[in-house]
């Protein structure tokens, strides 16, 4: 089999996904492409089963959180051709409360990737046969990768001797935040001067 080059993906792409393709770019020796949410299945599946394609094997899926957006998530699917040695990602943009069609019946493997996105980004997968939380506790609320969601969370988890099992209570904070300015202690003091800091060294000192 001939290995395709970078060069020939944008018409292969273009060919194969018909109206389905919007984009396809390169960077650091990577494709990436893009497609409308609602065709991402028959994407998968032509790219997994055309053979100048034969990207076999789908790495991981991740989303992003833009809050600005219209179109406030980016689902991501890392897919990989071991018989023409190309890595290809290709990228979904999906307005906040719609659903992505599942995976699962192209690629098993996205079954729980796409329970780990539900559960840390709240974006939801149609059809998917087991929509469930798979890193966070089933009472958690939220979901913590969304850039609103609260440094503290919403809920805190303790045991509780009287009860005799584990309690989920309101977050009480011990103490206010505190304002750091993330310098360090050797070069950002400005009232005292260390000794060997770069302040001394620039006086001669």
Known sequence: MDVIRF???ST???EALG???ITAHYQLSEATLTVYPASIVRVLTILSDHHKCDFKQLIDITAVDYPTRQQRFE???HLLSLSQNIRL???INVEEGASVPTATQVFSC???YEREIWDLFGIPFAQHPDLRRILTDYNFSGHPLRKDFPLTGYTQVRYCEKEGRVVYEPVHLQQEYRSFDFLSPWEGAIDNKLPGSI???EEGL
């Open 75 to 77: 689902v991501v699917y």
């Open 199 to 201: 302040a001394d060294k």
């Open 12 to 14: 292969l792409f273009k």
């Open 7 to 9: 060069d020939q993906l």
């Open 110 to 112: 996205a079954n729980w």
């Open 89 to 91: 990602r290709i990228k």
């Open 19 to 21: 109206p389905d393709f």
